[in-house]
């Protein structure tokens, strides 16, 4: 029996984090799918294909993991394809509040999909994808956050957007 785990976000971008819980995953499950949202509810730096085509860059090499797009609720697009767990990943106390909240949300929905969470290792706790798209924005130093190809990616689009873009809203690091 082959076991398939869905690992869904909108990784925008896919940073080192994402890559870790993958290649943690794809250790013990028989086939791991990078499954990119096209269209959550907050703004976008990159298009759905530009996130499917970086993340596939980015776990290239890797037979066990995949990388496909989809819309709709997590669990359907589960049951769609044949998958029976998903895979999250928890940096931070408050994420275990909400990955808690959308594991029992989804077996409600579809109680025979399992929710397995990986805690993440300690130098990724402070990473995710806003922050990552921040510090990108003010032109700092992602280079330690996410492959070479998701850098350049972020620098060519932040200078396509100029130093006046609204996708990311100022916070923290401009301080």
């Known amino acids: 029996m082959t076991i398939r785990a869905l690992f869904p976000g909108t990784f925008d971008p896919i940073h080192y984090g994402h890559m870790d819980i ?3 995953a794809a250790r013990i499950f028989d086939e791991v799918i990078i499954a990119v949202y096209d269209r959550p509810l907050k703004s976008l730096v990159f298009t759905p294909e530009e996130r499917i085509a970086m993340s596939r860059q980015a776990v ?7 990388v496909m797009g989809y819309s709709g609720l997590t ?4 049951q769609k394809i044949g998958v029976g767990v998903i895979v999250r990943g928890l940096r931070v106390f408050s994420d275990f509040e909400y990955e808690f909240r959308m594991a029992l949300a989804n077996n409600r929905l ?3 999909i399992e929710v ?5 290792h300690e130098e990724h706790t402070f990473l995710s994808s806003s922050t990552v798209r921040e510090i990108a924005s003010l032109g ?3 280079s330690s956050m996410v492959p070479a190809h998701v850098e350049a990616a972020l620098k060519e689009r932040f200078t396509e957007l100029g130093p006046s873009q609204q996708i990311v809203p100022p916070t923290s690091m401009r301080d």
Do not use: L, M, Q, Y
């Open 22 to 24: 993958a290649r943690r």
């Open 60 to 66: 290239e090499g890797n037979p066990k993991i995949s």
């Open 75 to 78: 669990v359907h697009f589960c």
């Open 110 to 112: 579809v109680p025979e």
């Open 116 to 120: 397995i969470s990986f805690i993440t």
């Open 140 to 142: 700092g130093d992602v």
